[in-house]
């Protein structure tokens, strides 16, 4: 969150760095007026005060910090704890992308021939929560690989049905003239969601997986704990059975469940996101705008 904030708080001195002294700069007496007077605003107010705009921005809010409270390490881990090749990791954390390029066609049918898409926040965020926690269980040393996938499925069979579903739900409380408005505020609150679960997962790692490794390692290896803690290409560097690499894959496995414990427990917030949706009936919304529209 700061590496966003910054730049704004930073703006000011910027702009007085680049004007000198000019503070009767034109610049400086317009910019209220262009923020309070102008002809059509960005985003109409009704629609930041809509319960269910806000509420699929609160999910998708969400949504982002639990994924990435968990998911920064996760090839680190296929490769370090699993014994995969850089290839096999890829294919695993790609689970996602075939899931959902299928899926979400299935998804699309049943919202046409329903005309409802609220039920289906009630059937995929669960399914996702449930991913999330087995993978706790399961993102361990000597856990067999295809636990994890089977994780990875769950875990993508709900992420991606209501990451499609928050983009429908804005564009079907909104007019046209808002459409692209509404989708930048959905973005947007993905966006900042990533960074507040970037920040989580990267204080939660450093203060679990350093202290791991101080535990865990034989003490011949403790000299190189910061190489191994800073580089993924050291704890490669041990051969598989070690008991540098199984110190290794120990520490790997008590920070990566605690990362996924967090990502489970935040992820539990997105109820209140789904119960402010209202179940908009999407066959009925079938009007065509023609013409000039701002």
């Known amino acids: 969150m700061g590496s966003l904030v910054r730049p704004i708080l930073d703006r000011p001195k910027t702009l007085e760095s680049s004007h000198g002294r000019e503070v009767r700069n034109p610049f400086y007496s317009k910019f209220g007026t262009v923020l309070f007077n102008t002809m059509s605003p960005f985003l109409n107010y009704k629609f930041l005060t809509n319960r269910t705009v806000v509420g699929a921005c609160f999910i998708d809010f969400i949504y982002q910090i639990s994924c990435y409270c968990w998911a920064s390490y996760f090839t680190s881990f296929l490769q370090v704890v699993c014994n995969l090749s850089v290839a096999k990791a890829g294919y695993v954390n790609s689970t996602f992308q075939v899931v959902s390029g ?89 966006g900042v969601g990533g960074a507040v679960g970037n920040t989580i997962s990267g204080s939660i790692w450093t203060n679990t997986f350093y202290k791991a490794l101080l535990r865990n390692l034989p003490e011949s290896a403790l000299p190189d704990v910061a190489t191994i803690y800073l580089s993924l290409l050291a704890p490669l560097a041990y051969p598989v059975g070690s008991p540098e690499r199984i110190a290794i894959q120990k520490a790997y496995g008590y920070g990566q469940a605690r990362m996924l414990a967090a990502g489970t427990s935040i992820m539990a917030l997105s109820f209140i996101g789904e119960f402010m949706i209202r179940n908009i009936n999407v066959s009925k919304k079938t009007s065509h705008t023609k013409g000039v529209v701002f």
């Open 102 to 190: 299928v899926l979400l066609f299935i998804v699309g049918y049943l919202i046409r021939r329903t005309g409802r898409f609220k039920w289906l926040f009630f059937v995929t965020i669960p399914v996702y929560i449930l991913g999330l926690g087995l993978m706790i269980y399961f993102r361990q040393p000597n856990v067999h690989i295809g636990y994890i996938v089977l994780c990875e499925i769950l875990i993508s069979i709900g992420g991606s049905v209501f990451i499609l579903l928050a983009q429908l739900v804005v564009l079907a409380s909104v007019d046209h003239q808002h459409v692209a408005a509404v989708l930048a505020l959905l973005y947007v609150s993905g």
